[in-house]
DNA sequence: CCCCAAGAGTTGATGTGTCAACTCTAGCCT
DNA sequence: AGGCTAGAGTTGACACATCAACTCTTGGGG
């Protein structure tokens, strides 16, 4: 396997700082036009209907604990409820609040447009196709699932 | 400006999620072979020579206090060390350990296997291609430097 | 029936990044 | 000289992810 050339480590650096920039821009528009983070973007998108809390973190693909950490920050800021699961009495399900459900709204309006402004605009048709077949197949090598 | 349509919304999905497994694949690499983070590797290798604060900061494109914070905890583990700078004896310079010194030329080799594995052998030329072109052109928008 | 093992969720510790507030030094202005 | 301000660096508070340890409930065997 021969080693790295320096073509290849500028190529690369120029990739990931790329990358980072494009999701620091996202995530500061996020943060600045609807308050809130990438993390519960995805989480408010997702809960359209009540769930358990495995169920979410599995839609996710994340861990259970991350999602309870999220979820417990969520609810203290009243964008998510914990309900009765019926048997036993634990609090085992979740449910967006008429506030989060409003904020589902408006987040996915502001982010679809900051995405098309900093992403699609700027892609052509060949680029685009391009980088969905590198991603799909870097998907389906690193998770056969 | 038109909205996201739903295949938008998939393209974007797949490609971010390519992006986190890739991210996630390299960083556990380092994490298991070298015992850093990938944050901790990007200073090894910039802190060729001694340097002040600022200016690694400025080359490696990060806020101050992140490298202030990284830089005390590098330091706890004895892979850098704060240096008179000089005039007022402020700590203001920073240098590599030799164990420093050892780490980034080990973590540049393992890393950049893994980079080769992952990655590179796995672009085809128009892909590559596409994303480096891609790349320029949103570092360029965003950071009109 | 009782115990206990498995599954679901939570919690705490730690590492990391960001923002804002702070300290220290040096240089300038009067 | 005395004081003010700008720049450099640090620190503290908080948001977030991960890992391991913990609690609570349920559903079997004995």
Known sequence: MANMSSEDWAFWDTWMRA???LVREL?????????????????LVTLRRPMRVGELADALGWEK????????????????????????????????????????????RVHGANIRRHVLDSL??????????WSEALIARVEPS
Do not use: N, Y
């Open 65 to 108: 604990s991350r999602v309870a950490h999220l979820l417990t920050r969520m609810e203290k800021r009243g964008l998510v409820a914990r309900t009765e699961d019926g048997a036993g009495g634990r609090r085992t399900g979740i449910e967006l609040t008429g506030e989060g459900r409003r904020l589902a709204g408006s987040a996915t």
């Open 19 to 21: 990358q980072r920039l």
């Open 124 to 133: 052509t048709p060949e680029q685009a196709a391009a980088i969905r077949s």
């Open 27 to 43: 995530d500061r528009g996020l943060q600045r036009d609807c308050g809130i983070s990438k993390a519960e973007f995805s989480v």
